[in-house]
Nanobody
Framework: QVQLVESGGGLVQPGGSLRLSCAAS????????MGWYRQAPGKERELVAR???????NYADSVKGRFAISRDNAKNTVYLQMNSLKPEDTAVYYC?????????????WGQGTQVTVSS
């Protein structure tokens, strides 16, 4: 069984920065994409950023130029550096990973971490 554990959320003022981390642990065979989704109150969950095993990246238009995703394959960990944060970035951020168990791919999710941008 593979688990994702997130850390790094919190309260920050507009214009500030936060760094989220998500570590996968357990019986890991291989992981393709890892990334982050977020869900604000009353809104649907949306992709923020994702990174492939060879470091290809995708970002939501709303975070391009402000957020940076990175990955340490040796540690099965993905990071999200969030700069120039805005109140509209306030949401619960969920880590995900596409894990291959030797037979098929499964999407795994973290428990979510709250990010609040407010003065």
């Amino acid at each position: 069984q593979v688990q994702l554990v997130e850390s790094g959320g919190g309260l920050v003022q507009p214009g500030g920065s936060l760094r989220l981390s998500c570590a996968a642990s357990g019986s890991i065979v291989s992981i393709n994409f890892m990334g982050w989704y977020r869900q604000a109150p009353g809104k649907e969950r949306e992709l923020v950023a994702r990174i492939g095993s060879r470091s290809s990246t995708n970002y939501a238009d709303s975070v391009k130029g402000r957020f940076a995703i990175s990955r340490d394959n040796a540690k099965n960990t993905v990071y999200l550096q969030m700069n120039s944060l805005k109140p509209e970035d306030t949401a619960v951020y969920y880590c995900y990973a596409d894990h291959y168990n030797g037979f098929s791919y499964h999407s795994l999710w973290g428990q979510g971490t709250q990010v609040t941008v407010s003065s």
